[in-house]
C-alpha cells in the first residue's frame, strides 16, 4: 500500500470518527475592521461538562480549532478591555448563536465581532471630604419588570483606602452610581437591592463584582458614625441624591472611561413610621410581618418588619421620604394602606387586617360543554395589581361544573388571569412577576394538565355582572355580591414572519390598546434565518415591532414604546386566523 | 453531678462563644455560621473529655476536686423567652415549645434542693436523668414518626422530581441517590444520610417545575451538607444538656442557619432571589396548618425563619460562600482548642481572661482574642458614653470610684491622634457577667478619660480605621500582647500612653503573559508566621486588579510582605476579596480545586495549562520571591510584576485504589501537595466503580495521593510526563496498647498518691481513670484531612464503644484503635504539675524524641515512664540596665540531645515584677531565653533560637530541685 493510501485510508477514518472538523475564524473590533491579538476564544461543545478548548488570537486576529467532533459548539471571545463577545451577537451582552459543524467540516472565517468596554471611576468622600474606605459603588442599569422601570444592580466594587473605586468592563450603556458604607449594607432592614442573574453564559461583564469574604472591624468597631434616630445609612446616587429617581445617569460609549464619579456619602435624616396592626374590631393583631415597598418609583426594593409580638405595634426606621404601600401580613389575614412620607415622622399607623371575602364565579367554554376533561385544570387567579412582594394570590379551582370559589380576597385592584392559558410571556426572564405560578390553595391539588384541544385556548372574556374586568381590571371594594363569568375559546390566531436575515432581533407583540393583560404581551428572538412565530394569540389588534438591542420586557412600559407606536407593523388577528408578516423593519 | 454542673458552664462558655461568634460572622455566609456552630457544638459535647484531657497548665492543682460554682439560676429558665421566633403560632416549633416546659417543671428549685439538702445532689441528678430520658424519647419518636411516614409514603419512580432531582445531584456531586417519597401529609422535609430521603406533600408531583427545582436545589443542598446528622447531632447533645438554655438557642440557630446557607447555595446554582422568595412564601402558606409537624426532620418552609431568609435572599450583597473541608476542620480545631483551653480552667481564684496561660496551647491566643473579639461585638449596641451619662462600664461601681486618662499618639511620636475610638473593657472576675465595654472619641488633643470606674483590671484599646494599628495597652511592640490595666478603689490614673502603629500600603500593576494589563487578576499580601512551631505563610489581605491591572493593598502594618497575584478562577461569581481591619485577622488556608484550560497549540495538539500563584517579582518559587519591606506608614508604589510564569502544563496521575482485600475503595481521591501554602489548589478525581482513578491538572511537584478513611496516603512526585499506575491500599486502621509506669509507683492503682487523681472515665461510668491522656497526632497535618484527636470525638464513635483512645486507665493501661498507618507525634496532656514523661519507647524504638512510624501491626506495647518529682524554675527578667521586664516572654528551651522533646519546653509570660515561673521540668539540660516580643510557638524552630544562642541562661535541673534564674531579655527589633 502506498503512502497516499494510508493517508488515505486515515482521512476516511478521520472522517468516520467525526475529528477532524476545525473552525477557522476572526476576531476584529466592533467599529473598526482590525484584526484583535491576544483574545482567547473558547470553544464549548454544547452539552459537554469538559472543559472548553482554547486558542488565542494571532496578531491579525486569527484563531483556529482543528480535530474536533461533529457537534453543536458556542464560541465566545474574551480580552481585557472588551466586552466578551459571542459568535452570532447581535449587541455585546445579547444572546449568540450555536454553530453546528458536521464531521470533518472545515469552517472558516468565522467573525466574532467584540466590543471595547467601559470603566467608571472616581471617589467616595465622606461629608467632610475624607476617603470613605470599603464602601460598596454600584453600577445600576434601567431594566423592566412587569412593564415598571426598575434599577438593577449590574456591578458593584469597593473602594481602597484613598476612597478610589473603579467599575469595568461595562458594556456601552447608560448607568447610575450609588454608593453606600460596606459596614452599613443594609441587611436586616432598609432597602434591599434587586440583582438578577446574567442572562448569558459568559457574560463576565455583567457579573457581580462582590466581596467574598470580609472581617467585620475588631471589637465591633464601626468606621462611620454609629447609626441613630438621627442618621440612617441609604445609597447615595451620583451626583449626590438619596432618591434614585433624581440621580444623573451616566452615558457610557465604547471604550470610554469616566473619570470624576464622586459621591459625597451622608446619612439622611430618616422618617420613623411608627403604628398598629388592628383588626376589623381595632384590636391589635400580633405577630404580623409588614412589607414594605416604594410605590411609584424606579426602586424595586422591599423591606420585611416584624411587628412587636404581644401589642400589634411596629416602628419602622430609616424611611426616607416618597409613597410607600404597608402590606401586613398576619396568618390568613392581611391588609394594606398606601402612604406619603414627607419631612416628619408618622405617628399612629394603623393597618387593619381582615380575612378577605369570598368571590364565586363560573367558567364557561365557548362551544363545547365544561366537563370532566377540565375538573381541576383551570384555576381563576387574582393577580393584585400592582404585585407587590409578599402580597399574597388569591386563586381557586374550578370544578366540574365550571363553578368556582376564590377565598380572602382583599379589597383593593386586581388583574384576573386563569391558569394555565395566562402565563408568562415567552421572555419571561424580565418579567419575573408574571411567570410566578399563584400559591397554591392550601391541601388543594397542583393543577393536571389540560386536554389536547384546550392546550390552545385563551382567554376571551371575564365579566363581573356589565363590567369587563379582563381588560380593565377588577376592582374589589369591601362587599360585592356579583360573580364573574369567565369565557374560554379555543380558536387563537397565530402570528408570523420575517425581519429579513437577520438572526436574534427581540419581536415583541403589543396589543394596540395598551391594556394591563400580561398575556398579551408576547415576544421572541429569531431564529438563524430571521424568522419568527407567536402561537396562541388572543384575537385582537396588535403592534408588532422588532429590535436590535432592547431591555427584555421594555415593550410592557408605555413609556417606553411611545416612541415606537407607528413604527411597528399592526396586525389583526381574528379567530383562528393566520397573520404573516415580512420583511419587519428591525427598530434600533 | 457537681462535676455535671461543671461541664455544664464550661459547655455554655464554649456555646457562648460560638453563639458570639456567630454574631460576630453576620455578615459572613451562612454557611460558615452554620460550621462554626456546629463546631461549637461538638467543641461542648467534648468539654467533659477536654477537661480531663487538657492539663491545667499554669494554675497549681487543688489537692481536691475543685468544687464548681452553682449554675447561674438563669440557666434553669425554659429558654422560650430567649428566642422571639417561637411567637409565631401554628408552627412546626410548637411541639419543642412543649418540651421546654417539662424540664421546668421537672428541675428542682432552689428552695426545694435547700430543704432536703442531703438529696439535693441526688435530686438534681435524677431531674436530670428524667430530663434528658424525655428528650432523647423525643427525639426517637420523632425519627419513628419520620420512618413510619416514609414508609407509607409513595416513591416517586419518574416525572419531574425524579429527573430534576438527578440533574442537580449530578451538579452537587452526590454520590447517594435521593428518595422521593410523596406523602399524604402537608410535608416537606429531608431525613437521613446514607439514603437520604425527601417527603413532600400530598400532591407534590404535579407542582410545576419551577418550584420543583427549587425545592430539590434547596433539600439537596441539605443533603450534601449532612445537615439532618448535624441536625441531630446537635438534638442529641441538648437533650444532655436540657437544662442549658444555651443549648435550646444554638440548635434553633443551627436550623435557621443551615436551612439560610441551603438558600445560600441555590441561589448560587443561579436561581434569581426574587423567585425563591416568592416560591418559599407560597410554600410556607400551602404547608402552614400541617396536620402533622415531624420533628426529627428538617423542614424548608418554617415560617419562623422566613423573615430573616428573605432579607437573606434578597440581598445581592449577601455572602453565599460555602464552607470548605478545610476551613471547617480549621474552625473545628479552633473550637476544640477553645473548648479546651476552656475545659481546663479551674472555676475559681482568677478571672477569665488571666488564667488562660500564654502558650500551652499554639492555638490559645488566637482563640483568645477571637473570644475577646466576640466578647466585644456587642459593642455597636453599647451607645457612646458622650450620649450616654452614666457609664456602663460597672454599675456597681462604689462612690470615689478611680477614673482613668490618657492620650492617643502616633507610635514613636509624640503626634496625637484625635478621633480615635477607644475601648475600656472591665476583666470579669470569676463568675462574673462579662460587660460591655465603654466607648469614647479621643478629642481633637488625641485625650480620653474614662471616670466612675470600679477598681479591677481594664482591657484598654484605641482604634481608629483609616491607617492605624488596633493598639492596646501595656504592648511592648504594635503586635505585641497587651496588658490589662490594674486600677485600684479610687485610683485616678492619668497620663496612660496609647501608641497607634500608622499601616502602610503597597500598589502596582499585575500583566499577563504579553505584556497587557490584567483585570480581576487576585493579588494578595503574605505574611510568614508561625504555627505550631512551624513557619508558615498568612494571608493578610486579598484584593483584585481592576481593568488596568491595578491593584492597591492598604490596612498593611509594618513588617516584611509578600505580594502574590494569579488570574481569577472564572468559575466563581463572587470575588474572594479579603480586606480586614489592620492588624487583625489574616487567612491560613483556603483551597480551591485548579483551573484547568486545554490550549490549542499552533501545531494543533492540545495542551493541560493551570496557573498557578506567582510571587513578586515573578516568580513560582518561593526562595525567588522578594519580599516588600514595609515600614510604617509607607505607600510603595511600581510593585508592578507578570503572572506570565504561572501558566504551566499540567499533569494526570491515574492508578487505582483499593483496600486491603484489594476492594475498590469509593468517594474521591485528592492530590495534596506536600509544599503547606495558604492559597492551596487541590486536584481531585472521583474514583471509579473498580476503584481507577485518573486526577487532572496536577503542577509538578511533591503530593500525597489520599484515598478511604482513615485515608491511604501515597507520596508520589509530579515530573514532566503523566504518573500511571498509582497503587493506593488503604489499610485498616491498627490497634496499639500501651501502659504507663509512675516511677517510685509500682502498683500505680493502689498507691495513695495516684488514687487521689482517680476520675471516673469518659465513656465509661463505672470505670475509673487517671487525668493523663495521650495523643497521638498525625503527621504532616494535611488539609481537609483533621488530625487524629485521642478521644471519642462524635462522629468518630470507637468502634464498639468502650474507653475512648489514649485515655489512661487507673491501672495505667491505654489501648488506641483504628490508628491509621502513617506518622505520628506523640504528646501528653492532663499530667499533674510536676510530673513529666521520662521515655516512651515501642519496642526499643524511641518514640517522643522523634516521629513514630506505626507499622501496619505491632504486637509490641507503647512504655511510657512518667517522672513525678519534675524540678522547678522561678525566675525574673531583667533588661541590660538590670531593671525587670514585664510581658516578656521566658522560653525554657531543652539543651542537646533533648531539643527535639517539645514536651521539654516551657514558656510563660512574666508579671509586673518580670517573674515567671515553670515547673514539671525533666532533669536535664536547659536554657532560659527571654523575649521582649516573640511569636508563640516560634522558638520551636531552630532558626530562631541558633541565632540567640549565647543569650540563653544556662540552667541544670535535677529530680525535685528548684532552680533561681535571672534572664536577660532579648530585646524586640524594632
Redesign the interface.
Known amino acids: 500500500m502506498s503512502t497516499s493510501s494510508v493517508a488515505l485510508l486515515v482521512f476516511l477514518l478521520q472522517a468516520v470518527a467525526g475529528q477532524n472538523a476545525s473552525i477557522q475564524g476572526r476576531v476584529t473590533a466592533a467599529e473598526a475592521p482590525n484584526g484583535l491579538a491576544?483574545v482567547t476564544v473558547e470553544l464549548r461543545r454544547i452539552g459537554e461538562a469538559?472543559?472548553?478548548?482554547?486558542?488565542?488570537t494571532t496578531e491579525d486576529g486569527r484563531f483556529?480549532?482543528?480535530?474536533l467532533p461533529a457537534g453543536q459548539y458556542r464560541m465566545t471571545a474574551r480580552?481585557?478591555?472588551l466586552v466578551p463577545g459571542e459568535y452570532g451577537q447581535r449587541n455585546p451582552g445579547s444572546p449568540g448563536l450555536p454553530i453546528t459543524l458536521a464531521a470533518g467540516q472545515q469552517l472558516r472565517d468565522v467573525p466574532i465581532v467584540m466590543t471595547p468596554?467601559a470603566?467608571i471611576s472616581g471617589r467616595i468622600l465622606s461629608r467632610t471630604g475624607?476617603?470613605v474606605?470599603?464602601a460598596?459603588v454600584m453600577a445600576m442599569k434601567v431594566s423592566f419588570q412587569d412593564g415598571r422601570r426598575v434599577l438593577t444592580?449590574v456591578q458593584?466594587a469597593?473602594t481602597?483606602?484613598?476612597g478610589?473605586y473603579?467599575l469595568?468592563?461595562l458594556t456601552p450603556g447608560k448607568y447610575y452610581v450609588s454608593s453606600i458604607p460596606w459596614d452599613e449594607?443594609?441587611?436586616?432592614?432598609g432597602v434591599?437591592?434587586?440583582?438578577?442573574?446574567p442572562a448569558a453564559p459568559v457574560d463576565?461583564a455583567r457579573?457581580?463584582?462582590?466581596?467574598?469574604?470580609?472581617?467585620?472591624?475588631?471589637?465591633?468597631?464601626?468606621?462611620t458614625a454609629?447609626p441613630s434616630d438621627l442618621e440612617a445609612w441609604v445609597p447615595i446616587y451620583f451626583p449626590g441624591t438619596a432618591n434614585e429617581d433624581s440621580a444623573s445617569v451616566i452615558e457610557l460609549e465604547a471604550g470610554a472611561s469616566v473619570r470624576g464619579i464622586d459621591v459625597n456619602l451622608a446619612p439622611v435624616r430618616p422618617r420613623r413610621l411608627r403604628g398598629t396592626v388592628v383588626d376589623a374590631q381595632g384590636q391589635p393583631v400580633?405577630?404580623a410581618?409588614i412589607f414594605r415597598s416604594r410605590t411609584a418609583s424606579t426602586s424595586n426594593t422591599?423591606?420585611?418588619e416584624?411587628v412587636h409580638?404581644s401589642d400589634g405595634t411596629f416602628e419602622i426606621r430609616g424611611v426616607i421620604p416618597g409613597s410607600y404601600t404597608l402590606l401586613a401580613i398576619s396568618?390568613d389575614r392581611a391588609g394594606k394602606i398606601t402612604l406619603d412620607v414627607s419631612e416628619t415622622d408618622v405617628e399612629g399607623i394603623r393597618i387593619p387586617v381582615a380575612v378577605g371575602s369570598a368571590m364565586s364565579g363560573r367558567v364557561s367554554i365557548e362551544g363545547q360543554a365544561i366537563g370532566n376533561a377540565v375538573t381541576g385544570s383551570l384555576r381563576v387567579s387574582l393577580r393584585p395589581d400592582p404585585l407587590l412582594?409578599?402580597l399574597?394570590i388569591p386563586a381557586g379551582n374550578v370544578g366540574a361544573d365550571g363553578a368556582f370559589m376564590i377565598g380572602q380576597v382583599m379589597p383593593g385592584n386586581y388583574l384576573v388571569t386563569v391558569q394555565p392559558f395566562q402565563l408568562a410571556p415567552p421572555v419571561a426572564t424580565a418579567q419575573?412577576g408574571n411567570?410566578?405560578?399563584?400559591?397554591?390553595q392550601?391541601?388543594?391539588?397542583?393543577?393536571?394538565p389540560l386536554p389536547p384541544a384546550l392546550q390552545n385556548a385563551y382567554v376571551k372574556s371575564v365579566r363581573l355582572g356589565a363590567v369587563d374586568v379582563l381588560n380593565n381590571g377588577l376592582s374589589v371594594d369591601a362587599q360585592s355580591g356579583a360573580a364573574l363569568e369567565v369565557v374560554i375559546a379555543s380558536n387563537p390566531g397565530r402570528v408570523d414572519g420575517d425581519v429579513g436575515r437577520l438572526p436574534n432581533a427581540t419581536v415583541a407583540l403589543v396589543p394596540a390598546a395598551r391594556m394591563r393583560r400580561p398575556d398579551l404581551y408576547k415576544s421572541v428572538l429569531t431564529d438563524a434565518e430571521g424568522r419568527f412565530e407567536f402561537q396562541g394569540v388572543p384575537p385582537g389588534e396588535y403592534l408588532l415591532l422588532a429590535w436590535n438591542n432592547v431591555e427584555p420586557g421594555a415593550w410592557m412600559n408605555a413609556d417606553f414604546l411611545k416612541p415606537y407606536e407607528d413604527r411597528g407593523r399592526l396586525v389583526r388577528v381574528g379567530e383562528g386566523s393566520r397573520q404573516t408578516v415580512t420583511q419587519l423593519s428591525v427598530l434600533d | 453531678m457537681t462535676l455535671l454542673l461543671g461541664y455544664a458552664i464550661k459547655s455554655s462558655i464554649v456555646l457562648m462563644v460560638a453563639l458570639f461568634g456567630v454574631a460576630l460572622l453576620r455578615r459572613r455566609s451562612a454557611a460558615s455560621r452554620h460550621a462554626l456552630l456546629f463546631a461549637g457544638i461538638v467543641a461542648a459535647a467534648t468539654v467533659p473529655l477536654l477537661a480531663i484531657v487538657v492539663p491545667a497548665r499554669t494554675i497549681p492543682m487543688p489537692a481536691q476536686v475543685p468544687e464548681f460554682l452553682p449554675p447561674d439560676p438563669a440557666a434553669a429558665t425554659p429558654p422560650a423567652t430567649t428566642e422571639p421566633y417561637y411567637e409565631v403560632s401554628a408552627s412546626p416549633v410548637d411541639e419543642v415549645d412543649e418540651m421546654v416546659a417539662i424540664p421546668q417543671t421537672a428541675h428542682p428549685t432552689d428552695a426545694q434542693a435547700g430543704t432536703f439538702s442531703l438529696d439535693r445532689s441526688q435530686l438534681l441528678l435524677w431531674a436530670w436523668i428524667s430530663g434528658v430520658a424525655l428528650l432523647v424519647a423525643h427525639l426517637l419518636a420523632g425519627v419513628a414518626q419520620l420512618v413510619v411516614v416514609s414508609r407509607r409514603a409513595r416513591v416517586l419512580t419518574e416525572g419531574a422530581w425524579v429527573e430534576i432531582a438527578e440533574e442537580i445531584s449530578r451538579r452537587y456531586g452526590l454520590t447517594s441517590r435521593i428518595r422521593l417519597l410523596e406523602t399524604s401529609q402537608a410535608v416537606l422535609a429531608t431525613w437521613g444520610v446514607f439514603r437520604p430521603k425527601l417527603l413532600v406533600p400530598d400532591g407534590a408531583s404535579s407542582w410545576p417545575a419551577e418550584r420543583i427545582r427549587i425545592v430539590l436545589h434547596h433539600e439537596l443542598a441539605h443533603v450534601r451538607r449532612y445537615d439532618w446528622l448535624v441536625q441531630m447531632f446537635a438534638e442529641a447533645l441538648r437533650a444532655f444538656y436540657w437544662f442549658n438554655p444555651l443549648c435550646w438557642v444554638a440548635c434553633e440557630k443551627l436550623v435557621q442557619e443551615s436551612e439560610q446557607a441551603c438558600d445560600d447555595i441555590a441561589l448560587s446554582c443561579g436561581i434569581a432571589g426574587t423567585d425563591y422568595a416568592q416560591q418559599l412564601l407560597a410554600l410556607t402558606i400551602a404547608l402552614k396548618h400541617p396536620k402533622t409537624t415531624l420533628s426529627a426532620a428538617i423542614s424548608m418552609a418554617r415560617p419562623s425563619t422566613l423573615e430573616r431568609r428573605f432579607n437573606a435572599l434578597l440581598n445581592p450583597g449577601e455572602n453565599r460562600r460555602s464552607v470548605s473541608a478545610t476551613s471547617l476542620a480549621v474552625t473545628m480545631a479552633a473550637a476544640l482548642t477553645v473548648a479546651g483551653s476552656i475545659a481546663s480552667l479551674r472555676l475559681v481564684a482568677e478571672p477569665l481572661l488571666m488564667t488562660l496561660p500564654q502558650p500551652a496551647a499554639p492555638m490559645v491566643p488566637e482563640a483568645l482574642h477571637a473570644l475577646t473579639s466576640a466578647l466585644m461585638t456587642f459593642m455597636p449596641q453599647v451607645p457612646l458614653q458622650s450620649q450616654v451619662p452614666a457609664v456602663p462600664a460597672n454599675a456597681s461601681a462604689p462612690a470615689g470610684a478611680g477614673s482613668i486618662e490618657g492620650t492617643v499618639v502616633k507610635s514613636g511620636t509624640t503626634e496625637q491622634i484625635p478621633g480615635a475610638t477607644v475601648s475600656l473593657q472591665r476583666i470579669p472576675g470569676p463568675g462574673a457577667a462579662v460587660t460591655p465595654p465603654t466607648l469614647i472619641q479621643s478629642g481633637t488633643d488625641g485625650k480620653f478619660a474614662f471616670s466612675n470606674l470600679a477598681p479591677g483590671s481594664y482591657r484598654l484599646v484605641a482604634l481608629r480605621a483609616d491607617g492605624f494599628v488596633v493598639a492596646e495597652h501595656g504592648q511592648q511592640t504594635f503586635n505585641g500582647r497587651g496588658r490589662p490595666v490594674p486600677l485600684l478603689d479610687g485610683q485616678r490614673l492619668t497620663n496612660v500612653s496609647l501608641a497607634m502603629m500608622p499601616t502602610g500600603s503597597i500598589f502596582g500593576r499585575v500583566f499577563d503573559r504579553d505584556g497587557d494589563p490584567l483585570g480581576r487578576a487576585q493579588v494578595q499580601a503574605l505574611q510568614a508566621t508561625y504555627r505550631e512551631g512551624r513557619r508558615i505563610l498568612k494571608i493578610i489581605q486579598s484584593v483584585q486588579t481592576n481593568d488596568v491591572g491595578e491593584y492597591r493593598l492598604f490596612w498593611l502594618p509594618p513588617g516584611p510582605y509578600y505580594i502574590t497575584a494569579r488570574p481569577e478562577d472564572p468559575r466563581r461569581r463572587n470575588v474572594p476579596l479579603y480586606v480586614a481591619y489592620p492588624g487583625t485577622g489574616g487567612v491560613f488556608e483556603q483551597a480551591a480545586p485548579p483551573v484547568l484550560t486545554h490550549r490549542v497549540l499552533e501545531n494543533g495538539t492540545v495542551s493541560e495549562e493551570s496557573f498557578v500563584l506567582v510571587y513578586y517579582p515573578g516568580t513560582t518559587e518561593f526562595p525567588s520571591a522578594a519580599p516588600i519591606d514595609l515600614r510604617p506608614g509607607d505607600s510603595l508604589g511600581g510593585i508592578n510584576f507578570s503572572v506570565g510564569a504561572g501558566q504551566v502544563q499540567t499533569r494526570h496521575v491515574r492508578g487505582r485504589a483499593i483496600d486491603a482485600n484489594g476492594q475498590p475503595l469509593t468517594g474521591n481521591v485528592l492530590a495534596v501537595s506536600r509544599t503547606p501554602h495558604p492559597n492551596a489548589t487541590i486536584p481531585s478525581a472521583t474514583l471509579g466503580g473498580d476503584g481507577r482513578f485518573d486526577i487532572g491538572g496536577v503542577v509538578p511537584g511533591s503530593y500525597y495521593i489520599l484515598a478511604g478513611n482513615p485515608p491511604a496516603i501515597v507520596p508520589i512526585e509530579v515530573g514532566g510526563l503523566d504518573l500511571e499506575n498509582v497503587a493506593v491500599v488503604s489499610r485498616p486502621g491498627v490497634e496499639l496498647n500501651g501502659r504507663i509506669v509512675i516511677e517510685g509507683k509500682p502498683a500505680i492503682d493502689t498507691d495513695p498518691d495516684v488514687a487521689r487523681l482517680q476520675a471516673n472515665c469518659p465513656g465509661a461510668a463505672t470505670v475509673r481513670c487517671l487525668p493523663i491522656r495521650l495523643n497521638l497526632v498525625a503527621e504532616p497535618a494535611l488539609l481537609g484531612f483533621p488530625q487524629e484527636v485521642p478521644a471519642g470525638m462524635p462522629g468518630m464513635a470507637q468502634p464498639g464503644g468502650g474507653i475512648p483512645n489514649g485515655v489512661v486507665l487507673a491501672d495505667g493501661m491505654f489501648t488506641f484503635r483504628n490508628l491509621s498507618v502513617r506518622e505520628h507525634r506523640l504528646a501528653f496532656t492532663g499530667l499533674p504539675p510536676d510530673w513529666y514523661v521520662r521515655s516512651a519507647r515501642l519496642g526499643s524504638l524511641d518514640v517522643i524524641s522523634s516521629l513514630v512510624s506505626f507499622p501496619a501491626a505491632t504486637t509490641d506495647r507503647l512504655e511510657v515512664v512518667i517522672g513525678t518529682s519534675g524540678g522547678r524554675i522561678e525566675g525574673r527578667v531583667v533588661n541590660a540596665t538590670g531593671q525587670p521586664v514585664a510581658s516578656a516572654t521566658a522560653v525554657l528551651v531543652p539543651e542537646a540531645p533533648n531539643r527535639s522533646r517539645r514536651d521539654f519546653y516551657r514558656s510563660a509570660v512574666t508579671d509586673d515584677a518580670g517573674v515567671f515561673r515553670f515547673q514539671g521540668i525533666a532533669p536535664g539540660d536547659y536554657k532560659v531565653f527571654a523575649w521582649e516580643e516573640i511569636e508563640v510557638s516560634s522558638w520551636l524552630d531552630p532558626a530562631i533560637v541558633r541565632p540567640h544562642e549565647s543569650r540563653g541562661k544556662a540552667v541544670r535541673i535535677q529530680a525535685g530541685t528548684r532552680e533561681n534564674v535571672e534572664a536577660v531579655v532579648i530585646p524586640a527589633e524594632r
Do not use: C, H
Open positions: 491576544r469538559d472543559a472548553p478548548l482554547i486558542s488565542s483556529v480549532f482543528t480535530n480580552r481585557n478591555g468596554s470603566a475624607k476617603p474606605v470599603n460598596e444592580l458593584s469597593r481602597n483606602d484613598l478610589e473603579r469595568y468592563w449594607r443594609p441587611i436586616g432592614g434591599v437591592l434587586n440583582a438578577s442573574a463576565i457579573m457581580t463584582v462582590l466581596a467574598g469574604d470580609t472581617a467585620r472591624a475588631p471589637l465591633g468597631f464601626q468606621p454609629p400580633s405577630g410581618q422591599f423591606t420585611q416584624m409580638p396568618g412582594p409578599g399574597p419575573r411567570a410566578m405560578p399563584p400559591a397554591p392550601r391541601g388543594g391539588p397542583a393543577l393536571p
